[in-house]
C-alpha cells in the first residue's frame, strides 16, 4: 500500500471525483499553527507497489485547513486556508496563473470547504470566526452568510440529497441544519457537551447525520426524531477529528483522531467498532473514502504521511 | 442560487401553517430550477413538533433572571439552544421577555436589536425590516460587536485584577489591625476563665481537697524526717568539725609554745656564738647580729622549717597520731637544743658535712663567707639548704585519711571500676570499629582512622589498628 510523505504536516485529503487515482492533500506547516502551507495532488499508480507521484503541488502564505474538489470541474480544486481566505487552484493551467481565485472575507481562519455535489455550482466555507459562507465561483464576493453559531464552525457539509440542505458544526456544542432558502437555521440539535469537530450526512439515508465530538465519541442522528441519537459510538481514545460516511455501504462509516488511529463503524450493529488502523504516528486529521472504487480509504495525520488503503487491508502492508 | 428567503416562520400559534405555506413557497421559487423537490422533504429538515409550553416557560423564567439580563444576548440564545428549545420556543420566550432583545433570527445585531425591544415595536415589522439588510449589515455589525466584547474582557480583567489585589491588601490590613488583638484578647479571656474554673473547681470540690491534704500532709511528714535525717547528718558532721577545730586550736598552741622555747633557744645559741667569736666581735658586731640574725635565721629554720612544714601539711587533716608525731618532731628538735647547743651545733655541723656535696661545700663555702660578708647572699640557699636537710630527716609524707563513710567509698571505687569498665569496652569498642572500618573499606584512610582511634585514647588500639592497616597494606599490595 503507498504511502506519501509530505514536507508539511498533514491536515485533510479528500478524494478526487472524476480520477479514482488522484487525491487532493491540504498541509500546513509547523502543525497549522504559524507557517506556510502546500496543496498536494497526488496521483497512484496502478500498481499498489508503486509509489504515489506527486502531480501538483501549490504553496501558500498559510497553512491550508481543508480542501475540495470541484464538482463542475476536473482540475479544479479548492483550498480552505488559515488566514481566512478561500483560494481556488486549476491543475490545468500553468502555476503561474494559481490561485485562480481567491475569496477573502472570512475574519478568521476558514476550517472546512464542502462543494455542493447536486448543485455543484457553489461551495460552502466554515471558518472560525462563527459563520458559514456560501460561494459561487463565478462570483467575487459571498452568496449568503449564515450566522448563528456562538463559537467556531469546524465543519459544513452538504447534505447528499438535497441541494440546498447543509449541516454545521460548531465549538458551541450544537449542529445545525439550514436551508439555504431560509434566512436562519431549521434545526438546531444539541448534539454533544463538547465541542463537535466534524459532521457528515448518511450517503443513503438523507436524514441520518453522524457528528464527531471533543468528547471521544460519535454520534449517529436521525432528524426526523432529533431529541435522542440512534446510535452513540465510542471507542476513540481522544476527541475525534473527522467521521465520513461510506459511498458504498450504507451503514459503513470511518473515523479519524487524535489518538492516532482511524476506525471503521457500523452504527447498526451492536458492537459497532468493525475494524482499527494505527497506522499513524501522530494526530490522525484527514480521512475520507473513494466514491469511485469500494473501500479504499485514504488518510493523513500529522505525521506527515498520506495512506491509500483498502478497507480490510493492513494500510502498512506493502 | 439561494434568492432572499420568504417571510420568515410566522408566531407559535402559526407554526402548522407554516408547513403548508413553505411547500408552496419553495414550489414557486424552484419552478425554473433543475430538480422540483417534493414539498415533504423540506419539511424534514424543519423542526414539526410544535413548541413545547414548559419549555418556553423555563426560557421565560430563565430569561427573566436579573443575571441572564445584563448578559449579551447571544449567550442567552446558545444557552437556550444547547438546552434543546427550538428556534420557535426561543423566540416565543424572547417575546414574552419584554427586555430582552428581539433579535431572533440574525442573532447579531445587538444593539439595534435592544433599542427596537425598548421601543416596543412589534417584532414581524422588526424582522422584516432587518432581513433586507441581513446579508450587508451582519458581516459589520458583527465585527464592532465582537471587538466591543473583546475589548470589554480586556478591560473587565484588568478591573478584575485590581479589585483583586486591593481587596487582598484591605482585608490583611483589616485582620492585623483588629482581627488579631480581638484574638489575641479573646484568648487571654480564655486562660483567665480556664484559671478561675480552675480555683472554683478546687473550691468546689472539698473531698477531692481534702485527699490531696492528707496526701499533703503526708508528704510534708516524710519530708520532715528527711530533713531530720539531713539534719542529724550535718550535725554529725558538724561534731566533727569541732574535733578539728579543736585539733587545730591545740596545734596552734603548741606551735606558740615550740615558737617560744625557739626563741629561748636562739637566746642560749646567741650567747655562745657571743663567745665563741668575741675575736671577731667588732666586725661582727654588725655582721654578728647578722650571724646572730642568720645563725638565728639559721637555727630557727630548721625548727621553722619544721613548724610550717609540718603544720600546714597535715593541718588540713591532722590525726592524734600526726599530732602525736609532731609533737616528737618538735620535741625532737627542742632536744637536741635544750640538752646541747654544742652537740646541737655539732651535730648540725656534721649533719651539713655528711650531706650532699654541693649542700656542705655551700654551707662551707656560706661557713666561710658568713664572717666575712654576703649575709643576703647565704640567707636563701641555707635556709633552702638547711630546710630540706631536717626535711629530708624529719618530713614524714602525710598519711591518707581513713574513711569516713564507708558507702561513700565504695562509691568512689565503683565509678574507677567502671571507668576501668568503660575503657575497657572502649578498647574493645575501637578494635571492633576499627575492624568494621577495615571491612567496609577496601582502601582504609590511615589518618582517618587513625584520628578517630587518638579520640578515644587507646594506645593499644592505636597499635592494633596500625598493624591491621599495615597488614591490609599488605594484603591488598
Request: net charge negative; aromatic share 6%.
Given at each position: 500500500m503507498p504511502v506519501f510523505k509530505t514536507p508539511f504536516n498533514g491536515y485533510s485529503v479528500k478524494f478526487s471525483p472524476f480520477y479514482e487515482n488522484r487525491i487532493a492533500v491540504a498541509t500546513a506547516q509547523n502543525f497549522g499553527i504559524l507557517g506556510n502551507g502546500r496543496l498536494h495532488v497526488l496521483e497512484l499508480s496502478a500498481n499498489p507497489t508503486l509509489p504515489i507521484t506527486e502531480i501538483a503541488a501549490y504553496?501558500?502564505?498559510?497553512?491550508?485547513?481543508?480542501?475540495?474538489?470541484?464538482?463542475?470541474?476536473?482540475?479544479?480544486?479548492?483550498?480552505?486556508?488559515?488566514?481566512?481566505?478561500?483560494?481556488?487552484?486549476?491543475?490545468?493551467?500553468?502555476?503561474?496563473?494559481?490561485?485562480?481565485?481567491?475569496?477573502?472575507?472570512?475574519?478568521?481562519?476558514?476550517?472546512?470547504?464542502?462543494?455542493?455535489?447536486?448543485?455543484?455550482?457553489?461551495?460552502?466555507?466554515?471558518?472560525?470566526?462563527?459563520?458559514?459562507?456560501?460561494?459561487?465561483?463565478?462570483?467575487?464576493?459571498?452568496?449568503?452568510t449564515f450566522k448563528e453559531h456562538a463559537y467556531c464552525v469546524y465543519s459544513a457539509v452538504w447534505n447528499p440529497r438535497h441541494a440546498d440542505v447543509f449541516a454545521s458544526a460548531s465549538g458551541d456544542c450544537t449542529l445545525?441544519?439550514?436551508?439555504?432558502?431560509?434566512?436562519?437555521?431549521?434545526?438546531?440539535?444539541?448534539?454533544?457537551?463538547?465541542?463537535?469537530?466534524?459532521?457528515?450526512?448518511?450517503?443513503?439515508?438523507?436524514?441520518?447525520?453522524?457528528?464527531?465530538?471533543?468528547?471521544?465519541?460519535?454520534?449517529?442522528?436521525?432528524?426526523?426524531?432529533?431529541?435522542?441519537?440512534?446510535?452513540?459510538?465510542?471507542?476513540?481514545?481522544?476527541?475525534?477529528?473527522?467521521?465520513?460516511?461510506?459511498?458504498?455501504?450504507?451503514?459503513?462509516?470511518?473515523?479519524?483522531?487524535?489518538?492516532?488511529?482511524?476506525?471503521?463503524?457500523?452504527?447498526?450493529?451492536?458492537?459497532?467498532?468493525?475494524?482499527?488502523?494505527?497506522?499513524?504516528?501522530?494526530f490522525a486529521v484527514g480521512v475520507d473514502m473513494s466514491v469511485l472504487v469500494e473501500g479504499l480509504i485514504a488518510s493523513t495525520g500529522w505525521d506527515e504521511l498520506v495512506y491509500v488503503w483498502q478497507h480490510g487491508t493492513d494500510p502498512r502492508a506493502s | 442560487m439561494a434568492t432572499q428567503s420568504p417571510p420568515p416562520p410566522p408566531p407559535a400559534d402559526e407554526n402548522q401553517g407554516a408547513e403548508i405555506i413553505q411547500p408552496t413557497n419553495v414550489d414557486q421559487q424552484n419552478a425554473g430550477d433543475e430538480s422540483v423537490k417534493p414539498s415533504s422533504t423540506t419539511s424534514v429538515f424543519v423542526n414539526s413538533e410544535p413548541p413545547r409550553e414548559d419549555q418556553v416557560q423555563n426560557a421565560v423564567k430563565f430569561l427573566s433572571h436579573p443575571k441572564v439580563k445584563g448578559s449579551p444576548v447571544m449567550y442567552r440564545r446558545s444557552f437556550l439552544e444547547k438546552k434543546g428549545l427550538t428556534k420557535e420556543e426561543i423566540d416565543e420566550a424572547f417575546r414574552r421577555v419584554p427586555d430582552s432583545a428581539p433579535t431572533v433570527q440574525t442573532g447579531g445585531?445587538?444593539?439595534?436589536?435592544?433599542?427596537?425591544?425598548?421601543?416596543?415595536?412589534?417584532?414581524?415589522?422588526?424582522?422584516?425590516?432587518?432581513?433586507?439588510?441581513?446579508?450587508?449589515?451582519?458581516?459589520?455589525?458583527?465585527?464592532?460587536?465582537?471587538?466591543?466584547?473583546?475589548?470589554?474582557?480586556?478591560?473587565?480583567?484588568?478591573?478584575?485584577?485590581?479589585?483583586?489585589?486591593?481587596?487582598?491588601?484591605?482585608?490583611?490590613?483589616?485582620?492585623?489591625?483588629?482581627?488579631?488583638?480581638?484574638?489575641?484578647?479573646?484568648?487571654?479571656?480564655?486562660?483567665?476563665?480556664?484559671?478561675?474554673?480552675?480555683?472554683?473547681?478546687?473550691?468546689?470540690?472539698?473531698?477531692?481537697?481534702?485527699?490531696?491534704?492528707?496526701?499533703?500532709?503526708?508528704?510534708?511528714?516524710?519530708?520532715?524526717?528527711?530533713?531530720?535525717?539531713?539534719?542529724?547528718?550535718?550535725?554529725?558532721?558538724?561534731?566533727?568539725?569541732?574535733?578539728?577545730?579543736?585539733?587545730?586550736?591545740?596545734?596552734?598552741?603548741?606551735?606558740?609554745?615550740?615558737?617560744?622555747?625557739?626563741?629561748?633557744?636562739?637566746?642560749?645559741?646567741?650567747?655562745?656564738?657571743?663567745?665563741?667569736?668575741?675575736?671577731?666581735?667588732?666586725?661582727?658586731?654588725?655582721?654578728?647580729?647578722?650571724?646572730?640574725d642568720m645563725r638565728s635565721v639559721r637555727s630557727l629554720s630548721p625548727p621553722a622549717s619544721v613548724e610550717p612544714s609540718g603544720p600546714p601539711h597535715p593541718k588540713s587533716y591532722m590525726e592524734p597520731w600526726e599530732i602525736g608525731q609532731v609533737q616528737n618532731t618538735s620535741s625532737q628538735v627542742f632536744q637536741p637544743q635544750v640538752n646541747g647547743e654544742e652537740s646541737y651545733v655539732k651535730v648540725h655541723d656534721t649533719t651539713q658535712s655528711n650531706g650532699d656535696d654541693p649542700l656542705p661545700w655551700w654551707q662551707k663555702k656560706n661557713v666561710r663567707i658568713r664572717e666575712i660578708d654576703e649575709v643576703e647572699y647565704n640567707v636563701a640557699p641555707n635556709g633552702a639548704a638547711s630546710t630540706q636537710q631536717p626535711l629530708q630527716r624529719v618530713w614524714v609524707p602525710p598519711q591518707p585519711p581513713p574513711i569516713a563513710m564507708a558507702g561513700a567509698a565504695e562509691a568512689i571505687r565503683r565509678p574507677k571500676q567502671a571507668v576501668q569498665k568503660e575503657q575497657v569496652s572502649d578498647n574493645q569498642s575501637v578494635a571492633q570499629s576499627s575492624d568494621i572500618s577495615n571491612g567496609a573499606h577496601e582502601i582504609p584512610i590511615p589518618s582517618e582512622s587513625e584520628g578517630a582511634v587518638e579520640g578515644t585514647n587507646v594506645s593499644s588500639s592505636e597499635i592494633q589498628v596500625v598493624q591491621e592497616h599495615s597488614e591490609t597494606k599488605s594484603e591488598e599490595q
Amino acid at each position: 500500500m503507498p504511502v506519501f510523505k509530505t514536507p508539511f504536516n498533514g491536515y485533510s485529503v479528500k478524494f478526487s471525483p472524476f480520477y479514482e487515482n488522484r487525491i487532493a492533500v491540504a498541509t500546513a506547516q509547523n502543525f497549522g499553527i504559524l507557517g506556510n502551507g502546500r496543496l498536494h495532488v497526488l496521483e497512484l499508480s496502478a500498481n499498489p507497489t508503486l509509489p504515489i507521484t506527486e502531480i501538483a503541488a501549490y504553496d501558500t502564505a498559510d497553512g491550508i485547513y481543508d480542501v475540495t474538489w470541484s464538482e463542475s470541474h476536473d482540475s479544479v480544486v479548492v483550498a480552505a486556508v488559515a488566514d481566512g481566505s478561500v483560494k481556488l487552484y486549476d491543475l490545468a493551467l500553468p502555476p503561474t496563473s494559481n490561485p485562480i481565485r481567491s475569496f477573502h472575507e472570512h475574519t478568521r481562519e476558514v476550517h472546512s470547504a464542502d462543494y455542493n455535489p447536486v448543485r455543484r455550482d457553489s461551495f460552502l466555507s466554515a471558518s472560525w470566526d462563527d459563520t458559514v459562507k456560501l460561494w459561487t465561483v463565478d462570483r467575487p464576493t459571498s452568496v449568503r452568510t449564515f450566522k448563528e453559531h456562538a463559537y467556531c464552525v469546524y465543519s459544513a457539509v452538504w447534505n447528499p440529497r438535497h441541494a440546498d440542505v447543509f449541516a454545521s458544526a460548531s465549538g458551541d456544542c450544537t449542529l445545525r441544519i439550514w436551508d439555504v432558502r431560509e434566512p436562519g437555521s431549521t434545526m438546531i440539535l444539541p448534539a454533544h457537551d463538547h465541542e463537535i469537530l466534524s459532521c457528515d450526512w448518511n450517503k443513503y439515508d438523507e436524514c441520518i447525520i453522524a457528528t464527531a465530538s471533543v468528547d471521544k465519541s460519535i454520534k449517529v442522528w436521525d432528524v426526523r426524531s432529533f431529541r435522542v441519537p440512534i446510535a452513540v459510538l465510542n471507542g476513540h481514545g481522544y476527541a475525534v477529528r473527522k467521521v465520513k460516511f461510506s459511498p458504498h455501504v450504507r451503514n459503513l462509516m470511518v473515523s479519524c483522531s487524535y489518538d492516532m488511529t482511524v476506525c471503521a463503524w457500523d452504527f447498526m450493529v451492536e458492537d459497532a467498532l468493525v475494524s482499527r488502523y494505527d497506522q499513524h504516528t501522530e494526530f490522525a486529521v484527514g480521512v475520507d473514502m473513494s466514491v469511485l472504487v469500494e473501500g479504499l480509504i485514504a488518510s493523513t495525520g500529522w505525521d506527515e504521511l498520506v495512506y491509500v488503503w483498502q478497507h480490510g487491508t493492513d494500510p502498512r502492508a506493502s | 442560487m439561494a434568492t432572499q428567503s420568504p417571510p420568515p416562520p410566522p408566531p407559535a400559534d402559526e407554526n402548522q401553517g407554516a408547513e403548508i405555506i413553505q411547500p408552496t413557497n419553495v414550489d414557486q421559487q424552484n419552478a425554473g430550477d433543475e430538480s422540483v423537490k417534493p414539498s415533504s422533504t423540506t419539511s424534514v429538515f424543519v423542526n414539526s413538533e410544535p413548541p413545547r409550553e414548559d419549555q418556553v416557560q423555563n426560557a421565560v423564567k430563565f430569561l427573566s433572571h436579573p443575571k441572564v439580563k445584563g448578559s449579551p444576548v447571544m449567550y442567552r440564545r446558545s444557552f437556550l439552544e444547547k438546552k434543546g428549545l427550538t428556534k420557535e420556543e426561543i423566540d416565543e420566550a424572547f417575546r414574552r421577555v419584554p427586555d430582552s432583545a428581539p433579535t431572533v433570527q440574525t442573532g447579531g445585531v445587538n444593539q439595534d436589536g435592544q433599542l427596537k425591544s425598548s421601543s416596543n415595536i412589534q417584532q414581524q415589522p422588526q424582522q422584516q425590516t432587518l432581513q433586507p439588510g441581513l446579508p450587508a449589515s451582519t458581516g459589520v455589525n458583527t465585527a464592532p460587536g465582537i471587538l466591543s466584547r473583546s475589548r470589554f474582557h480586556w478591560s473587565h480583567a484588568l478591573i478584575l485584577v485590581g479589585v483583586l489585589t486591593a481587596s487582598g491588601a484591605g482585608t490583611v490590613i483589616i485582620i492585623k489591625n483588629s482581627l488579631l488583638p480581638r484574638l489575641k484578647s479573646w484568648i487571654r479571656k480564655v486562660v483567665l476563665d480556664e484559671d478561675d474554673e480552675q480555683l472554683k473547681k478546687t473550691i468546689n470540690k472539698p473531698t477531692l481537697a481534702e485527699e490531696t491534704a492528707q496526701a499533703a500532709k503526708s508528704a510534708a511528714a516524710a519530708a520532715a524526717d528527711v530533713a531530720k535525717a539531713s539534719q542529724e547528718m550535718l550535725a554529725s558532721k558538724g561534731e566533727e568539725r569541732k574535733y578539728f577545730v579543736e585539733v587545730v586550736s591545740l596545734l596552734d598552741k603548741q606551735i606558740q609554745e615550740m615558737k617560744l622555747m625557739t626563741s629561748a633557744i636562739r637566746r642560749l645559741e646567741g650567747q655562745e656564738d657571743l663567745r665563741v667569736s668575741q675575736t671577731s666581735s667588732k666586725r661582727l658586731v654588725a655582721n654578728g647580729k647578722a650571724d646572730y640574725d642568720m645563725r638565728s635565721v639559721r637555727s630557727l629554720s630548721p625548727p621553722a622549717s619544721v613548724e610550717p612544714s609540718g603544720p600546714p601539711h597535715p593541718k588540713s587533716y591532722m590525726e592524734p597520731w600526726e599530732i602525736g608525731q609532731v609533737q616528737n618532731t618538735s620535741s625532737q628538735v627542742f632536744q637536741p637544743q635544750v640538752n646541747g647547743e654544742e652537740s646541737y651545733v655539732k651535730v648540725h655541723d656534721t649533719t651539713q658535712s655528711n650531706g650532699d656535696d654541693p649542700l656542705p661545700w655551700w654551707q662551707k663555702k656560706n661557713v666561710r663567707i658568713r664572717e666575712i660578708d654576703e649575709v643576703e647572699y647565704n640567707v636563701a640557699p641555707n635556709g633552702a639548704a638547711s630546710t630540706q636537710q631536717p626535711l629530708q630527716r624529719v618530713w614524714v609524707p602525710p598519711q591518707p585519711p581513713p574513711i569516713a563513710m564507708a558507702g561513700a567509698a565504695e562509691a568512689i571505687r565503683r565509678p574507677k571500676q567502671a571507668v576501668q569498665k568503660e575503657q575497657v569496652s572502649d578498647n574493645q569498642s575501637v578494635a571492633q570499629s576499627s575492624d568494621i572500618s577495615n571491612g567496609a573499606h577496601e582502601i582504609p584512610i590511615p589518618s582517618e582512622s587513625e584520628g578517630a582511634v587518638e579520640g578515644t585514647n587507646v594506645s593499644s588500639s592505636e597499635i592494633q589498628v596500625v598493624q591491621e592497616h599495615s597488614e591490609t597494606k599488605s594484603e591488598e599490595q
